[in-house]
């Protein structure tokens, strides 16, 4: 069991839709666990949506690639973009998820659901590209 | 993504189908504050039929529940999926919002 795929996409919000529809055929063909396929959606969503409002502040002009490589044990996704530089390993603050509902911040919870979702994160900036290898291990669902 | 509203014992129970990503939040955003109603105290998002939803409907559902504690309103979620549960507890919105297993509890809960 393993399956490569991978997916150019412009920096648009509107192209959420091929990447479910990517994440659902690839989760439902190489067997994951009950809700992994949940939280990789999510995981390159918040990714995604990043890339696009912030790497390149809503310039709709430019791609970026996924990469999902599944096999028996592990999904490895690498993701890239041209955007500004970003590691989400540093450059975002850890949440607030414990103060009361006045004092919560609004928003800075979507690298953090990325974070904690996944299992290994890594990141390096090369040929002017972010490049963030994520790996999810199947036998933690 | 679609909202549909009910009222039941002075509840309002707005019912969200669907998915709330970053592409649709704000839509989500203006569909719930058009649903309740000035006179509403008591909400409950019933979320049996919600497939999915990410941080940018975190992001609403904290704005809502900021409002209508500030108006002293009751607010409320019901029904939701396992994976979607997970990500209220990563977040930490279990501890500031009152989260029911089934619309008759929560009804029964903040229901007059």
Redesign the interface.
């Given at each position: 069991m393993s399956r490569r795929l991978s997916l150019s996409l412009p920096t648009k919000?509107?192209q959420?839709e091929r990447i479910?529809e990517a994440v659902d055929e690839l989760g439902e063909s190489e067997e994951w666990p009950?809700?992994m396929v949940?939280?990789v959606?999510?995981v390159l969503?918040?990714l995604?949506?990043n890339i696009v409002?912030h790497g390149h502040a809503g310039d709709p002009d430019h791609e970026f690639e996924i990469v999902l490589d599944s096999d028996a044990d592990a999904l490895t996704i690498e993701l890239r973009d041209e955007g500004r530089p970003f590691n989400p390993l540093t450059d975002s603050p850890e949440?607030d998820?414990?103060s009361?509902?006045?004092d919560?911040p609004?928003?800075g919870?979507?690298i953090?659901?990325v974070r904690?979702?996944m299992d290994e994160l890594s990141y390096r900036r090369e040929d002017n590209h972010n490049i963030l290898t994520i790996v999810k291990r199947k036998e933690n669902g | 993504m679609e909202i549909s509203v009910d009222r039941a014992n002075e509840v309002l129970i707005a019912k969200v189908e669907g998915r709330i990503d970053g592409a649709n939040a704000r839509e989500f955003e203006d569909a719930l504050n058009g649903a309740i109603g000035e006179d509403d105290s008591k909400v409950l998002l019933d979320f049996s039929t919600l497939s999915y939803i990410s941080s940018a409907g975190l992001r609403v559902i904290l704005l809502i529940a900021r409002l209508l504690q500030k108006r002293n309103a009751a607010f409320a979620l019901c029904s939701l999926s396992d994976p979607i549960r997970e990500v209220f507890e990563i977040s930490g919105f279990d501890k500031i919002i009152s989260i029911h297993d089934s619309q008759a509890e929560a009804v029964d809960k903040i229901g007059s």
């Amino acid at each position: 069991m393993s399956r490569r795929l991978s997916l150019s996409l412009p920096t648009k919000l509107d192209q959420l839709e091929r990447i479910y529809e990517a994440v659902d055929e690839l989760g439902e063909s190489e067997e994951w666990p009950p809700g992994m396929v949940y939280q990789v959606k999510l995981v390159l969503e918040e990714l995604g949506v990043n890339i696009v409002t912030h790497g390149h502040a809503g310039d709709p002009d430019h791609e970026f690639e996924i990469v999902l490589d599944s096999d028996a044990d592990a999904l490895t996704i690498e993701l890239r973009d041209e955007g500004r530089p970003f590691n989400p390993l540093t450059d975002s603050p850890e949440p607030d998820i414990d103060s009361g509902l006045d004092d919560r911040p609004v928003g800075g919870l979507g690298i953090y659901l990325v974070r904690t979702m996944m299992d290994e994160l890594s990141y390096r900036r090369e040929d002017n590209h972010n490049i963030l290898t994520i790996v999810k291990r199947k036998e933690n669902g | 993504m679609e909202i549909s509203v009910d009222r039941a014992n002075e509840v309002l129970i707005a019912k969200v189908e669907g998915r709330i990503d970053g592409a649709n939040a704000r839509e989500f955003e203006d569909a719930l504050n058009g649903a309740i109603g000035e006179d509403d105290s008591k909400v409950l998002l019933d979320f049996s039929t919600l497939s999915y939803i990410s941080s940018a409907g975190l992001r609403v559902i904290l704005l809502i529940a900021r409002l209508l504690q500030k108006r002293n309103a009751a607010f409320a979620l019901c029904s939701l999926s396992d994976p979607i549960r997970e990500v209220f507890e990563i977040s930490g919105f279990d501890k500031i919002i009152s989260i029911h297993d089934s619309q008759a509890e929560a009804v029964d809960k903040i229901g007059s």
